[in-house]
């Protein structure tokens, strides 16, 4: 998956008496979605695991089906994991690994205080001469793609959960994403019904990206780019329930069909029933 979509592409608002009555940063998620282009459905896609106190970690795997799948074998899964510290993520490990018919990819991350500490890309990126060079800065200050779907806010309100900027390093590109308050709306889910967050997305690319690529001038051109945000009950954490991309063949949408949350339940404690 694309840096844009991936990142491009998390719930706050206390449920209720229920959410009041469990510790408030405990809980486990289990939310599958759709991948669809051009309102052709493409794939499925799976967010899980939790926040347990001050930890958090997550799972996630996608898969192309149908006549394209048929085609490229796409798949994908990843694993992320840190620390959560009131508004403040601090990731500790993150990975990721890509197959299609014709090419794999797996990157794996060590982070330590939101800088990179270790990274191994199999095979190494190619290099190419209008690929923007990496310094250290570009690797410090910085959080995975995966723990960036988790996204904490202070204080209530859905107002408080877009703005935003994610600094992200997915462990061969340095980019910003932005995130601004574009209203609400009401959603009915399988595991959740209420109010999101509407956010508008702009994606910056900062270094290791193809400048004189098409699709980059695209993307960073592109005002089509949109993520809904849902609360995670029993936290202060919102997570994507929508994303949508207007790429350069048309709109590619992750949108949740269900969104399943247990709140003052750890990941772990799931698990072992």
């Excluded at 694993?79 to 508004?87: H, M, Q, T, Y």
Aim: charged fraction near 20%; proline fraction near 5%.
């Amino acid at each position: 998956m694309k840096p844009a979509i991936a990142s491009s592409l998390a719930g706050f608002l206390a449920l209720g008496i229920a959410a009041a009555s469990v510790p408030a940063s405990a809980a486990s998620l289990d939310a599958r979605y759709d991948v669809s282009l051009l309102g052709l459905t493409l794939g499925t896609a799976s967010l899980s695991g939790g926040i347990d106190g001050s930890s958090y970690k997550l799972d996630v795997a996608a898969k192309l089906t149908g006549l394209i799948g048929g085609f490229t074998g796409g798949r994908g899964s990843g694993a992320a994991s840190g620390s959560l510290n009131g508004a403040k993520l601090s990731p500790a490990s993150f990975a990721v690994s890509s197959a299609s018919s014709s090419e794999s990819r797996t990157v794996r991350m060590a982070l330590d205080s939101n800088s990179v500490a270790a990274v191994e890309i199999e095979p190494p990126i190619e290099a190419k001469p209008d690929r923007v060079p990496l310094n250290d800065g570009h690797r410090r200050g910085i959080i995975d793609p995966l723990s960036a779907f988790l996204m904490p806010v202070n204080g209530k309100g859905l107002a408080n959960a877009c703005n935003r900027t994610l600094q992200i390093f997915d462990g061969a590109a340095r980019y910003d994403i932005k995130l601004s308050h574009a209203g609400t709306r009401e959603v009915k889910l399988e595991g959740y019904s209420g109010p999101v967050a509407v956010c508008q997305v702009r994606y910056v690319p900062i270094a290791g990206h193809r400048a004189l690529r098409p699709s980059t001038k695209f993307m960073i051109e592109n005002k089509d780019i949109s993520t809904w945000l849902a609360p995670v009950a029993g936290t202060n954490v919102m997570v994507p329930v929508r994303v949508s991309v207007k790429t350069m063949i048309g709109t590619a949408v992750l949108e949740a069909s269900s969104f399943k949350v247990d709140p003052g339940v750890t990941a772990s404690a799931n698990r072992r029933d």
